[in-house]
Structures are given as structure tokens and as C-alpha cells.
């Protein structure tokens, strides 16, 4: 993507699940747009790939494929298709997935954007994580890898993704900046407090379906080896620790 096929700026903000990053974003987006600033927000979960990509890819490379989340289950160069037509004048599409259908939203129901776009926010929990080569070998880490991954098929296909058109689109942002939480298990208890706060909500009304305690564990299984890594090595050029009730500290320049 050249300098001249982008938007005016590209904020990158990355974090593990139930850090913040919607909240953070949208805040963002709003006090941008009231200065008077054309801002699109884009994330990696509006670029997941279909439940048919997603199972060819579970025939081809390996089961685990069949479920959205890690690297490989998204599509980004439609993300960089996106940022590039952003850079434009004229309406842009904006991709959106509707997690309760398990699928892309169809076009004629994704907003418009009318660029160029002075901001645009890019999000992802794996915003800007560099590839493990050594992935594959390693022993695992949790039950999934033990039970459904143990030559670490899938793992190296999540890192060779990595080092892919991920690492493309991670070059996209002029900044990142990483929430990054405390522990794993702190990341546990934030997405825990995120599936309650769903299952109240269908209570009152709301469709759809929250995890129970066990299919949250099989999910996040899927993310801890990357998410312990960023926690470890944190991406990006600024990094901000929280607290376990997600309180900022201060900002680290790196």
C-alpha cells in the first residue's frame, strides 16, 4: 500500500480480548468526528472469513480452521483493500461480521463511508504480533493444542499466517498502540465478565447465545499461546499496562 493509496493517519490499537479496545475505539472515533475529523473505525473481527472459507480450510490445513479467531481466519487483504480506498475521495463499503450468523454482513447492509478518511482506527487482538517459527516444535501449552494439535500442524499454519499478508496489513498503522493486560488469566476473567454481561442481556430480550464456562475455556484456548506472547513482547509503539480492573497506567514509549 503506497503512502499516496491511504488515509491521512492510521491509528493501530491492539489488546487481548476484554481489554478495552471497542470501548477505547469508539471514545476515539467520537471525540474525532466532534473536532471536525472524518474518522472510520476498522477491525479485524469485520474481516473474519465466512464459515465456507473457514471449513475449506479445515479440510485443507487442519480442523481447528473451522473456528474463527487466530491468524487464518481472516482475510487481510481485504482489510488493506479497504485502508487503500479509504485513502480515496469517494464511498467506501465499510466490512462488518455478524458474529450471531457466523457470517459476513452482506454489502448492501454494510455502512458507508465517504472518504478519504483523515482517521482511520484499526483494531485487533493480534494487532501487530510477530510470527513464533519455533511454534510448531514446541510442546503445547493447553488441552486444545494437546488433544486436537499435537504435531503442531495448526500452530505453524496460525505463524506461517503471521508472516503472511497479517504482516502486511500490521505495517498499515503510522502508530500502534498495546493494552496490554496483566496475566492470562486476568484475560480470562475480563472476556468471563463479557459473556455475563451477554447472558444478561438475552435474559432481558437480547438474541443470542453466551459461552458457558467451559466452551469460554475451549475459546480462549485458541488464543492464549499468541496472547502470552504479546503480553511477554508487546507490539507496537506505545504500550499501556492495566490494572486488573483495566485502570491505565502510565504511557511507555518504545
Same mark, same amino acid.
Given at each position: 500500500?503506497?503512502?499516496?493509496?491511504?488515509?491521512?493517519?492510521?491509528?493501530?490499537?491492539?489488546?487481548?480480548? +476484554?481489554?478495552?479496545?471497542?470501548?477505547?475505539? =469508539?471514545?476515539?472515533? !467520537?471525540? $474525532? /468526528? &466532534?473536532? %471536525? @475529523?472524518?474518522?472510520? #473505525?476498522?477491525?479485524?473481527?469485520?474481516?473474519?472469513?465466512?464459515?465456507?472459507?473457514?471449513?475449506?480450510?479445515?479440510?485443507?490445513?487442519?480442523?481447528?480452521?473451522?473456528?474463527? +479467531?487466530?491468524?487464518?481466519?481472516?482475510?487481510? =487483504?481485504?482489510?488493506? !483493500?479497504? $485502508? /487503500? &480506498?479509504? %485513502? @480515496?475521495?469517494?464511498? #467506501?463499503?465499510?466490512?462488518?461480521?455478524?458474529?450471531?450468523?457466523?457470517?459476513?454482513?452482506?454489502?448492501?447492509?454494510?455502512?458507508?463511508?465517504?472518504?478519504?478518511?483523515?482517521?482511520?482506527?484499526?483494531?485487533?487482538?493480534?494487532?501487530?504480533?510477530?510470527?513464533?517459527?519455533?511454534? &510448531?516444535?514446541?510442546?503445547?501449552?493447553?488441552?486444545?493444542?494437546?488433544?486436537?494439535?499435537?504435531?503442531?500442524?495448526?500452530?505453524?499454519?496460525?505463524?506461517?499466517?503471521?508472516?503472511?499478508?497479517?504482516?502486511?496489513?500490521?505495517?498499515?498503522?503510522?502508530?500502534?498502540?498495546?493494552?496490554?493486560?496483566?496475566?492470562?488469566?486476568?484475560?480470562?476473567?475480563?472476556?468471563?465478565?463479557?459473556?455475563?454481561?451477554?447472558?444478561?442481556?438475552?435474559?432481558?430480550?437480547?438474541?443470542?447465545?453466551?459461552?458457558?464456562?467451559?466452551?469460554?475455556?475451549?475459546?480462549?484456548?485458541?488464543?492464549?499461546?499468541?496472547?502470552?506472547?504479546?503480553?511477554?513482547?508487546?507490539?507496537?509503539?506505545?504500550?499501556?499496562?492495566?490494572?486488573?480492573?483495566?485502570?491505565?497506567?502510565?504511557?511507555?514509549?518504545?
Amino acid at each position: 500500500m503506497s503512502r499516496s493509496d491511504r488515509p491521512g493517519w492510521v491509528l493501530g490499537l491492539s489488546g487481548a480480548q +476484554g481489554s478495552g479496545k471497542s470501548t477505547l475505539t =469508539a471514545k476515539l472515533a !467520537s471525540i $474525532l /468526528e &466532534a473536532e %471536525g @475529523r472524518s474518522c472510520a #473505525v476498522l477491525s479485524l473481527d469485520d474481516v473474519y472469513l465466512g464459515p465456507e472459507a473457514r471449513a475449506d480450510l479445515a479440510r485443507r490445513v487442519h480442523p481447528l480452521f473451522a473456528v474463527r +479467531g487466530p491468524p487464518g481466519t481472516h482475510d487481510p =487483504a481485504l482489510a488493506l !483493500s479497504v $485502508l /487503500e &480506498a479509504l %485513502g @480515496r475521495p469517494g464511498p #467506501v463499503r465499510l466490512p462488518r461480521f455478524d458474529k450471531g450468523r457466523d457470517a459476513p454482513v452482506p454489502e448492501a447492509g454494510r455502512p458507508v463511508f465517504e472518504g478519504p478518511a483523515d482517521v482511520v482506527i484499526l483494531e485487533g487482538w493480534c494487532l501487530g504480533a510477530r510470527p513464533d517459527p519455533s511454534a &510448531a516444535a514446541s510442546a503445547p501449552i493447553n488441552a486444545l493444542e494437546r488433544e486436537h494439535d499435537a504435531d503442531g500442524t495448526w500452530r505453524g499454519a496460525v505463524e506461517a499466517a503471521l508472516a503472511g499478508r497479517y504482516a502486511d496489513l500490521f505495517k498499515a498503522p503510522d502508530l500502534t498502540v498495546f493494552l496490554r493486560a496483566p496475566d492470562f488469566p486476568t484475560v480470562r476473567r475480563w472476556r468471563g465478565e463479557q459473556e455475563a454481561d451477554l447472558a444478561r442481556a438475552i435474559a432481558a430480550g437480547r438474541p443470542g447465545r453466551a459461552m458457558d464456562a467451559a466452551e469460554l475455556d475451549d475459546f480462549l484456548a485458541r488464543y492464549e499461546r499468541i496472547t502470552r506472547r504479546l503480553i511477554a513482547d508487546p507490539p507496537g509503539d506505545i504500550v499501556v499496562d492495566l490494572a486488573p480492573d483495566r485502570t491505565p497506567g502510565p504511557l511507555q514509549r518504545r
